[in-house]
T-cell receptor, first 113, second 116 residues
Framework: DGGITQSPKYLFRKEGQNVTLSCEQN?????MYWYRQDPGQGLRLIYY???????QKGDIAEGYSVSREKKESFPLTVTSAQKNPTAFYLC????????????FGPGTRLTVL | AQSVAQPEDQVNVAEGNPLTVKCTYS??????LFWYVQYPNRGLQFLLK??????LVKGSYGFEAEFNKSQTSFHLKKPSALVSDSALYFC??????????????FGRGTSLIVHP
């Protein structure tokens, strides 16, 4: 899984609670991404950031928030507004060049109880 | 928007036989195409990519992919399958978003099962 770490591996949350998923990379990559994976639906883009202190909404940003205060870190907060948060969350990074492949973290499985 | 389609949810093949996992694309302009593999409860791993040049691209773990412009396809292949190749495979295409950023768009994935 390259130089990207995600924590925790498993996370349980009660309804109505916000929770933050960690993503750290030591690859010196400019771009970072958050995806949500559900069975049979592939990967759906939540947020992405091409540079520090800047980020953009992806296809399913509602109910999520992010920050990019450091190049190495791109935490994702799943808020209580996210109606169906139980899923597998993947973080990725890539060099800025658009023809480069992404490097993925090991993922966090979030379960809402 | 650019997109890829993986027409098969699952592919079954016997160990030692050749395997093919299909991907077709829809893009305007020249496509940038990628294949990734995902083992259970893990992140995705990059296998190979096509940007330009030879239509046959070689990648990791003995995999290769053939870019076919006339058929708008980028099928993943391996001459002899291993049980350890059993995993979920994703095709992706570079897509330009509003604001100018290029972000990969992924297919729904194909589950490859290699039987002993």
């Amino acid at each position: 899984d390259g130089g990207i770490t995600q924590s925790p591996k498993y996370l349980f949350r009660k309804e109505g609670q916000n929770v933050t998923l960690s993503c750290e990379q030591n690859l010196n990559h400019d771009a970072m991404y958050w995806y949500r994976q559900d069975p049979g639906q592939g990967l759906r883009l939540i947020y992405y950031s091409q540079i520090v202190n800047d980020f953009q909404k992806g296809d399913i940003a509602e109910g999520y928030s992010v920050s990019r205060e450091k190049k190495e870190s791109f935490p994702l907060t799943v808020t209580s507004a996210q109606k169906n948060p139980t899923a597998f969350y993947l973080c990725a990074s890539a060099p800025q060049s658009s023809d480069n492949e992404q490097f993925f973290g090991p993922g966090t499985r979030l379960t809402v109880l | 928007a650019q997109s890829v389609a993986q027409p098969e949810d699952q592919v079954n093949v016997a160990e030692g036989n050749p395997l093919t996992v299909k991907c077709t694309y829809s893009v305007s302009g020249n496509p940038y195409l990628f294949w990734y593999v995902q083992y259970p409860n893990r992140g995705l791993q990059f296998l190979l990519k096509y940007i330009t040049g030879d239509n046959l691209v070689k990648g990791s773990y003995g995999f290769e992919a053939e870019f076919n412009k006339s058929q708008t396809s980028f099928h993943l292949k391996k001459p002899s399958a291993l049980v350890s190749d059993s995993a979920l495979y994703f095709c992706a295409v570079r897509d330009r978003r509003s604001g100018g950023s290029y972000i990969p768009t992924f297919g729904r994935g194909t589950s490859l099962i290699v039987h002993p």
